[in-house]
């Protein structure tokens, strides 16, 4: 059994070899490729994505996981060898399952989608985008079909991100942080305290934007021996291999905010992976959980640790001195409101801690209304438009910068979008937790000390790579099941003193 | 038929895909990669290059070939499915030839024999090195013998860099150009004329010496929209696709000469590569002839070119706004004749125009008497001073500035070293006829017209990819076969000039 489960073990690190090529190549096509050079990396790009695939789904495979799945080493869902071949098999009949006419359907119109929509965007016009979404829509519930559920269309969309998680309990907490961050919303608005935000405005050179930014990404933790940090138009992270973390930020010569906490952000992914235990790269103990995970470490270091008053009281007398013609008369309390403005606004990437959540509850609602077919595509600009002015209270004057925002549906991602909420409720319980066990971590920031929370999420969540569910990680690490709870009590704390809000119970 | 020699292109341009990704992987590890990232880099390279020698080695593709070998698609050895067929052929047998313990053998040591030189390098001690490079040259034997020779043992592996070239005809052409430098130096040594080379150094800020490079290479017709350039440790060009060249320079704070002679030369192979016909990528048709027609091409824009007086013309106002500080007070003529001093020196990479050409000829001349073991390893060292003495009247002080300097014999390259000097005179020779069909280049130089130069390469040279071996393709431009002539004729004309030689007839 245990020759078995070395060859599994060593194919799918070979299959993992061919993917972090692939991401090499993706990397330079983001950050380097000159102009004239994309159609022949898609040619790079598809012939590997042939080969991975053909690895993925080889029936030798599936002999060794048929053999394996009765072995004591399978038993144990939390060891090595049991989360190894747990996960190796669930990701093998998912793939297995699929028809490949369907795989190469739903690839080929993810390409015609994402063009079609730049172009539906570009012109204001939802209805030339319309049939292909239909299109989409009809092949996603396909792949559901094929690879099978029991409670939600949904269901099996969403576990491609969120491994194991349900659509009802998402719905339920997500309800939940809905109902208490509608009210919040309102309150901040009635609030007569409002940011000066032309502070944020000024003269950044680039370059000194990029060294703040290291200098920022190494305090918190991120390791450049083993990691990158590149310009990129849309900030990401990727990994290349165990020691080549990429990070690429975008920045704006006229303010800092945008570009650094882009930088916080990805350097938050970043850590968690530069965490994962690199011995067992390409295996999924040493994989991310989940997307709502990692996203939980990026918004912990964006928005509890990056926008908090403590961070920038180490900081701030830093960027004070990097940029002078920016800071230099703006005091500490004006910016660290300035960063921490609440607006509901139109667009998504560029709304504020608070009604972000806004946002993402808007799409998640109207893509499951979607794929259950109980809401017609030709109705989804009004139902966009309802909910923006009931949760937020603006409405979008076009559908560019409403229902045609993002890029996501186009490109056939039903099930991404709640990952980032739950990034922000994992973020505030896992936080809450982390300052429960290490003390008042406001007054380590304060001396620029970021090592015991970078440790505590090592040792937490990281090093355990898939052997945890997201949800089991929940509870083993905070005793308790996700909920709202602890994002709203941050959100409450935090709002409350910035606005001047009342005191609730 | 045409099916088989479409199946055998669709192949060649499968593996050409693999080929240019492994490509981007190196391409990535000499100019980007953190440190930590080496060692799995090292593993996605050698999986890769398992897929690829699969690929050129199966034995599909001895058949295809068998199949066209008496089709008449194969009988114009120039024709494009002529030269397709051939060169595959070509390849394919070399490679097939070779017993793969062999192959392996070969790899590894070569591995081990780089780590090695480093370290007898970095201790001046060649019987460090000793044995490895006598296993090193017994395992080159063994690849000649495999692949087969008449006359040289030099012969096959000289033809993996110079294909079709004989040992014997290169040996006739170096000598006799030995013959003309030799007395030319000693000439130069005589004359009392000497460039101050002081004002090239000063202070030259980096960003200012990129911009500065990215302007040549640009008037030269190198373009970014299909290709870059970025920095790294050691010089290089290489393509990662046919719309993706990459240039790599590396820049000193001290002088601009050095980087920017260095981003000259790459950017001259990297026309040739942005010059050979994109749709034809992955065929020998879409392919540079040999190492020593691509180094015609760097040599020719680096030296006749780059070196010209004509070119400075155009340049050197705008290096002294550039660099105000550094050219400010320096007369043309002094800068002029600064890049051109012609010192006898120890180290190839760092010496001149002229005597580059000594230095590459001690190596051919050694390397074959190694193989042919005429010369037995441990007498290499002084073989070497000895040869140092007699063309360039120098001597070195330790190995590690004399036979331990290049990195290519431990490397297992052999056969690599004349292809440089075959570059010097191919330039010369391809030059001295441009002139004579374009009139005096240097007047177009001096209004920084370069297009006519660079169409009439393309239109001679690149365009054809491999139809025509090294040999043919000068007999074909010039009417000439290779000889030492036209590169003595430049030589004396410019230096004569510089150095106030008595004209010779």
Redesign the interface.
Same mark, same amino acid.
């Given at each position: 059994m245990h020759s078995t489960y070395e060859e599994l073990c060593s194919h799918a690190r070979?299959t993992a070899? *061919?993917s972090?090529?692939q991401a090499?190549?993706e990397w330079?096509e983001r950050t380097?490729?000159?102009?004239?050079?994309g159609?022949?990396?898609a040619?790079?790009v598809t012939?590997?994505a042939g *080969?991975i695939h053909e690895k993925q789904t080889s029936s030798q495979v599936g002999e060794w996981l048929e053999m394996l799945a009765t072995s004591p080493l399978a038993a144990d869902p939390h060891s090595e060898t049991g989360a190894v071949i747990g996960h190796l098999r669930r990701d093998y009949e998912k793939k297995t399952k699929l028809p490949q006419s369907l795989v190469e359907e739903l690839a080929h119109t993810a390409v015609m989608g994402q063009r079609l929509w730049a172009e539906a965007r570009k012109e204001d016009d939802f209805s030339r985008f319309q049939p292909l979404l239909e299109k989409t829509l009809d092949l996603k519930r396909q792949e559901a079909a094929a690879v099978g559920f029991t409670d939600s269309v949904y269901d099996p969309l969403l576990d491609d991100y969120e491994p194991g998680a349900k659509t009802a309990d998402v719905a339920q907490v997500l309800s939940e942080l809905r109902n208490a961050l509608v009210p919040l919303v309102e309150e901040i608005k009635g609030s007569d305290r409002k940011p000066n935000m032309k502070i944020l405005t000024g003269d950044y050179p680039v370059a000194l934007q990029e060294d703040f930014g290291k200098q920022v990404a190494e305090a918190m933790g991120f390791?450049?021996?083993?990691?990158?940090l590149d310009v990129s138009d849309h900030p990401f992270c990727t990994t290349?291999?165990?020691?080549?973390v990429c990070l690429a930020t975008r920045y704006h010569e006229e303010t800092l905010v945008g570009g650094l906490f882009s930088t916080i952000h990805e350097a938050g992914h970043g850590i968690y992976e530069q965490g994962l235990p690199a011995e067992k790269?390409g295996l999924p103990t040493g994989e991310a959980v989940s997307l709502g995970i990692h996203e939980s470490q990026s918004r912990m270091w964006e928005n509890l640790v990056g926008r908090s008053r403590a961070f920038w009281e180490q900081f701030y007398p830093v960027a004070q001195a990097t940029f002078p013609a920016g800071f230099g008369d703006v005091s500490l309390d004006d910016f660290y409101f300035a960063i921490n403005n609440v607006q509901p606004s139109l667009i998504r990437t560029e709304s504020d801690e608070i009604t972000y959540n806004l946002h993402i509850l808007i799409r998640f609602e109207l893509e499951i209304d979607l794929l259950e077919a109980t809401l017609a595509v030709s109705d989804l600009p009004e139902a966009w438009n309802e909910k923006y002015r009931t949760y937020l209270g603006i409405e979008p004057p076009d559908d560019r910068d409403g229902v045609l925002q993002d890029v996501h549906w186009s490109a056939g991602l039903f099930g991404y979008f709640p990952t980032y909420s739950l990034g922000n409720l994992y973020a505030a319980q896992f936080f809450e937790k982390a300052c429960q066990e290490l003390g008042d971590l406001n007054d380590l920031f304060r001396k620029g000390q970021f090592e015991p929370l970078r440790e505590w999420l090592r040792s937490n969540i990281h090093q355990h790579g898939q052997k945890y569910t997201p949800s089991e990680l929940a509870q083993k690490i905070t005793g308790k099941p996700l909920s709202h709870t602890a994002l709203i009590r941050h959100l409450r704390g935090k709002f409350g003193a910035l606005y001047n809000l009342p005191e609730t119970t």
């Open positions: 070979e070899i *061919l972090s090529v090499v190549l330079d380097k490729l000159p102009a004239a050079g159609e022949y990396r040619e790079q012939q590997l *080969l390791g450049f021996q083993a990691g990158r290349l291999g165990p020691h080549d790269f």
